[in-house]
T-cell receptor
Framework: KAGVTQTPRYLIKTRGQQVTLSCSPI?????VSWYQQTPGQGLQFLFE???????NKGNFPGRFSGRQFSNSRSEMNVSTLELGDSALYLC????????????FGPGTRLTVL | QQQVKQSPQSLIVQKGGISIINCAYE??????FPWYQQFPGKGPALLIA???DVSEKKEGRFTISFNKSAKQFSLHIMDSQPGDSATYFC???WGYGQNFVFGPGTRLSVLP
């Protein structure tokens, strides 16, 4: 069974631009969560989707948004990029309504210049 | 309240030794405590997890010890190997696993 895939793996953007990251969960998984990982702040929860609905949202500004499609694939968007948005963005999927066991993708490394 | 504290920040252990990483939490609503292992360039991978109704769980060389009254849990890696060198994160969740909080991570180096 294929794991969680994230595209692209690396991105370089400049301040003020916007970016869209994509996540394909493990086949059959309906829950997708997004995390931001930085050396200073560690792993921080962004939001979680289940069956195309956002169930939970972390403490991030409205520039960070996401969505989930009917096939469970998810995208997250960051608008008006800031230097501090440089991070590894991780997507995790879980099978059902309860995301006890999360399986992480390799992440997208975003660099904002 | 939502934090999970983790120590030490880094740990160096000789091959064959025992690695111990500790975590503490405040929110008594947490009901699921997983540990993740992350290698450079990879996403975190679930290592082992425990619920508060048991005090210990062992899987191979990895053991979680859980102290509900002290609101602490720890990961023990027995017979540590150089291949165990990675960053370890403890985490806690509540609400049927809908809300995850991660510790800051421990960088483990196992010397050959």
């Amino acid at each position: 069974k294929a794991g969680v895939t994230q595209t692209p793996r690396y991105l370089i953007k400049t301040r003020g631009q916007q970016v869209t990251l994509s996540c394909s969960p493990i086949s059959g998984h309906r829950s997708v969560s997004w995390y931001q990982q930085t050396p200073g702040q560690g792993l921080q929860f962004l939001f979680e989707y289940f069956s195309e609905t956002q169930r939970n949202k972390g403490n991030f500004p409205g520039r960070f948004s996401g969505r989930q499609f009917s096939n469970s694939r998810s995208e997250m968007n960051v608008s008006t990029l800031e230097l501090g948005d440089s991070a590894l963005y991780l997507c995790a999927s879980s099978k059902g309504q309860f995301k006890d066991t999360q399986y992480f993708g390799p992440g997208t490394r975003l660099t904002v210049l | 309240q939502q934090q999970v504290k983790q120590s030490p920040q880094s740990l160096i252990v000789q091959k064959g030794g025992i690695s111990i990483i500790n975590c503490a939490y405040e929110n008594t609503a947490f009901d699921y405590f997983p540990w993740y292992q992350q290698f450079p360039g990879k996403g975190p991978a679930l290592l082992i997890a425990i619920r508060p109704d048991v005090s210990e769980k062992k899987e191979g060389r990895f053991t979680i010890s859980f102290n509900k009254s002290a609101k602490q849990f720890s990961l023990h890696i027995m017979d540590s190997q150089p291949g165990d060198s990675a960053t370890y994160f403890c985490a806690a969740s509540w609400g049927y696993g809908q809300n995850f909080v991660f510790g800051p991570g421990t960088r483990l180096s196992v010397l050959p």
